[in-house]
């Protein structure tokens, strides 16, 4: 059974920063395409970003590209996601997800599934 587990969510001011971490329990993460997804309260998930298994292929939501940077470090089995200039909007629970690429990412299928990390922006 795969385990993926998130980590860096907390409260940040609007304009601030936070650093989630998405941790392979278990298994190789470096083997998968990683996705991050958020929901808010009373919304639908949403697709915030998917690297490819290498790194080398990242895509990123409209809402928040040129905020949000996707990265990993196969080393330490670890996907990260780099969260800038926060809006109020991003406050959700983010979610990381394994599959084995992001064929359709923003679609949501992928197979493994975190159970989150909660972000709030408020001043």
Do not use: H, M
Not at 33 to 55: L, T, Y
Request: hydrophobic share 30%; with cysteine.
């Amino acid at each position: 059974q795969l385990e993926l587990v998130e980590s860096g969510g907390g409260l940040a001011q609007p304009g601030g920063s936070l650093r989630l971490s998405c941790v392979g329990s278990d298994f190789n993460l470096g083997d998968r395409a990683i996705g991050w997804f958020r929901q808010a309260p009373g919304k639908e998930r949403e697709g915030v970003s998917c690297i490819s298994p290498g790194g080398t292929t990242t895509n990123y939501a409209d809402s928040v590209k040129g905020r949000f940077t996707v990265s990993r470090n196969n080393a330490k089995n670890t996907v990260y996601l780099q969260l800038d200039s926060l809006k109020p909007e991003d406050t959700a629970v983010y979610y990381c997800a394994a599959d084995w690429n992001c064929g359709g990412w923003i679609l949501g299928l992928f197979d493994y599934w975190g159970q989150g990390t909660q972000v709030t922006v408020s001043s």
